[in-house]
Structure formats: structure tokens, C-alpha cells
């Protein structure tokens, strides 16, 4: 866990980057600092492997204080990603990542081994190894600079907008990779994105700052978006909120009625679509209980009759939700909340 006990950052010249800040980073998660521009994010960040000291306060690792601690060896235990990368440009992608691995004192075949594995770990074929950073997109240059970040093994992961330097069609893809790395390796990661959809999306804890360093409020994506502090919180995670939301619960609790006998059905009982009344069948929209309630919301709007159907794992239709009731059980749901 890293903690932010009280923390103060005034640079020289008096301007208050971070104001009193006190915090916990849940071990093995992805904690995301968001904010308007200037208000503190990067400082925080840096703090946390001395590239700036705190003025006031401390920040501890596991209960240990950075403070005291060596400051290269407290590096080696923390990976750094940047936007843009920071390869070296005069070196090969393999002897980017592979640098890590021979300065912690393995051979070089050992080296060149840990650095194609982690190349493959985030998804880089190895006909890549050979080139320039220069050769490569943005999007695969930034693999390689999480390629390297994770070179140490280091329990701790600083990743300063790491995903902002691409366009957003590769930035989704490498939200998916990162997702699925993370759900592997569990490290304790602190990023900081301006994006609020791009913290929603990876953070399982998301902190937002506001002007002038201070804390607006810290908690779980769907807290946010259901329980925004102040108007602040609640204008930044967007007024659509409340549709957000709802891509974090399921559709398990979601009452079904009957199959109304204007579905037709094939010999399987799977929904083949709605029968209309000059006979046209359009297709019926269907959810699995594991679905998110966003997705049934969706279904039972684009309907044409208004209904989103619940299907088994087979894909056969086993009950039929309403869009009224759908609406009652989302009204339902926001008492209980
Ligand atoms: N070296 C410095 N000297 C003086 N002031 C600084 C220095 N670095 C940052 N600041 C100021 O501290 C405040 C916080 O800066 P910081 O870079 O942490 O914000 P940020 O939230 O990461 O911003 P952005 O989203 O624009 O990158 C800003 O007002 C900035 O101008």
C-alpha cells in the first residue's frame, strides 16, 4: 500500500501544487489521479519515487517512509512510464527492455531472454525486437515503454499519461492489453490521466484533484459516478453519470416476465426476432445475466417493441424485460444506492 500522509508540495515561487493531501493506494491496484490541468497530478506522482520532494507530509510504502530510503534503490522497485515512452532512440526495442534486466546483473542471453518474453507479454511479435523506436508507431512504442517499466519486476508501477500519445482507436486497444496484463501481474500501479473516461475504465480506485492540489474526492469508479461529492466531482465525472453507472452492475437482479408470443423462437427456443404486424421480423436484442445493466438499457431503447430478452448460456430465451420495468427496477436500484 503507499500512503500519502498529509502531504504538502510548495515549489519555490509559492505556488501550491499540492495541498494536504492524505490518501491510500490499495495494493495490487490501479489507483488513477484525474484533475483539470495543473492541479497536481504529476507532482503527486513524482513524489512517490523522490523526483520531488514533498515540502510537508510523507509518503510511505508498505508503512516505510521514501523519505529515508536510498533513492536508487527505491527506484529500482518502482517502474516508470511516460507518455511518449522515453526510449533510448540509438538502441534496438530488445536492448531497450533488455537494459533493466543486465543492469540488475543478469548475462546478456538471460537479459535477451526476459526482454522478448516481456515484449510478448505485451503484445509486440519478436520481428520487432530489432528495430529503431523510431520504426515504431506510437501505440507499439508505448508497449515497449511498459515493456521496460516491468523489466524489474517492480512491485510499483508510476505511469504518467502513458496512453494519451495515440489516437483513441489504439488507446483502446492498449486499455484492453493493459487490463489484461494488470489482471496478471497485479501491481501496485498510481497513473495519471486529464481523461475521466480513461479513469473510469482502468482505475479501481480513481482520486480526483481539483485547483490548487486539493483533494475533491477518492473511491471506486461507480461511487463517483453514483455519489459525486459536490458539483465539481459531479460536472467532471459528466452529466451522464448516471447511464455510467450503470456499466458497473450486472443484469443477475433484473426481474424477467414471460416470453410474450410475439417472439418467435427457433427449435431451440433461441429469439429469432419480434413478429410485426405486416410480418417482418426484426431482431430481438438479447442479454446474458452477466451482462451490464447499461447493455439491457441499450437493448430495450433500440427495440422496436421496446423489450430487451434475457437468453441462457445456450442462447435460449428465458424471460423478457420491459422497458417500464426496466425503468422501475433503475428507480429501484437509486434508493438503494
Ligand atoms: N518545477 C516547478 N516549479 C514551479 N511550479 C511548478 C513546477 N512544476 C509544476 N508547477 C506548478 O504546480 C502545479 C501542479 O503542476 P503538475 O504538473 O503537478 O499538474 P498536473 O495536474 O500534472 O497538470 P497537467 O495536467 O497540466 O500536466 C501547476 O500550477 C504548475 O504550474
Same mark, same amino acid.
Given at each position: 500500500m503507499i500512503t500519502f500522509d498529509d502531504v504538502v508540495k510548495v515549489y519555490p515561487g509559492g505556488s501550491t501544487a499540492v495541498d494536504h493531501l492524505s490518501l491510500?493506494?490499495?495494493?495490487?491496484?490501479?489507483?488513477?489521479?484525474? !484533475?483539470?490541468?495543473?492541479?497536481?497530478?504529476?507532482t503527486s506522482l513524482r513524489m512517490i519515487n523522490r523526483m520531488i520532494e514533498p515540502t510537508a507530509g510523507r509518503i510511505l510504502i508498505d508503512g516505510k517512509d521514501v523519505a529515508g530510503q536510498d533513492e536508487a534503490l527505491l527506484r529500482r522497485g518502482i517502474g516508470y512510464v511516460i507518455?511518449? *515512452?522515453?526510449l533510448f532512440p540509438h538502441r534496438t526495442v530488445l536492448d531497450n527492455v533488455a537494459t533493466v534486466p543486465l543492469l540488475l546483473g543478469k548475462n546478456r542471453k538471460e /537479459?535477451?531472454?526476459?526482454?522478448? @518474453?516481456?515484449?510478448?507479454?505485451?503484445?509486440? *511479435?519478436?520481428?520487432?525486437?530489432?528495430?529503431?523506436?523510431?520504426?515504431?508507431? !506510437?501505440?507499439?512504442?508505448?508497449?515497449?515503454?511498459? /515493456?521496460? /517499466?516491468?523489466? /524489474?519486476?517492480?512491485?510499483?508501477?508510476?505511469?504518467?499519461?502513458? +496512453?494519451?500519445?495515440?489516437?483513441?482507436?489504439?488507446?483502446?486497444?492498449?486499455?484492453?492489453? +493493459?487490463?489484461?496484463?494488470?489482471?496478471?501481474? !497485479?501491481?501496485t500501479i498510481a497513473m495519471v490521466t486529464h481523461d475521466i473516461d480513461e479513469a473510469i475504465k482502468l482505475g479501481d480506485v480513481v482520486v480526483i484533484l481539483r485547483q490548487g492540489g486539493?483533494?475533491?474526492?477518492?473511491?471506486?469508479?461507480?461511487?463517483?459516478?453514483?455519489?459525486?461529492?459536490?458539483? +465539481?466531482?459531479?460536472?467532471?465525472?459528466?452529466?451522464?453519470r448516471g447511464l455510467r453507472s450503470l456499466s458497473f452492475d450486472t443484469a443477475a437482479a433484473l426481474p424477467v416476465k414471460p416470453l410474450p408470443d410475439d417472439l418467435v423462437l427457433d427449435d431451440a427456443g433461441r429469439p429469432e426476432g419480434w413478429r410485426t404486424a405486416d410480418g417482418v421480423r426484426s431482431t430481438a436484442g438479447t442479454f446474458l445475466t452477466s @451482462?451490464?445493466?447499461?447493455?439491457?438499457?441499450?437493448?430495450?431503447?433500440?427495440?422496436?417493441v421496446g423489450i430487451a430478452v434475457r437468453v441462457d448460456a445456450e442462447g435460449k430465451a428465458d424471460g423478457v424485460v420491459p422497458h417500464h420495468d426496466l425503468v422501475d427496477h433503475l428507480a429501484a436500484r437509486r434508493g438503494q444506492k
Open positions: 491510500e493506494l490499495p495494493t495490487g491496484k490501479m489507483t488513477v489521479f484525474v !484533475g483539470p490541468s495543473g492541479c497536481g497530478k504529476t507518455q511518449h *515512452a522515453g /537479459a535477451r531472454a526476459a526482454a522478448l @518474453d516481456l515484449l510478448d507479454r505485451v503484445g509486440l *511479435a519478436p520481428e520487432f525486437a530489432s528495430r529503431y523506436p523510431a520504426q515504431l508507431s !506510437g501505440g507499439q512504442q508505448q508497449r515497449v515503454g511498459v /515493456a521496460r /517499466a516491468l523489466a /524489474a519486476d517492480p512491485p510499483v508501477m508510476l505511469m504518467d499519461e502513458p +496512453f494519451s500519445a495515440v489516437d483513441p482507436v489504439v488507446r483502446e486497444g492498449l486499455h484492453r492489453e +493493459f487490463l489484461r496484463l494488470q489482471k496478471d501481474l !497485479g501491481k486539493k483533494l475533491a474526492q477518492v473511491g471506486t469508479p461507480q461511487e463517483l459516478l453514483d455519489h459525486p461529492a459536490d458539483e +465539481f466531482v459531479a460536472e467532471f465525472v459528466g452529466r451522464d @451482462d451490464s445493466l447499461r447493455l439491457v438499457t441499450d437493448l430495450a431503447i433500440m427495440s422496436p
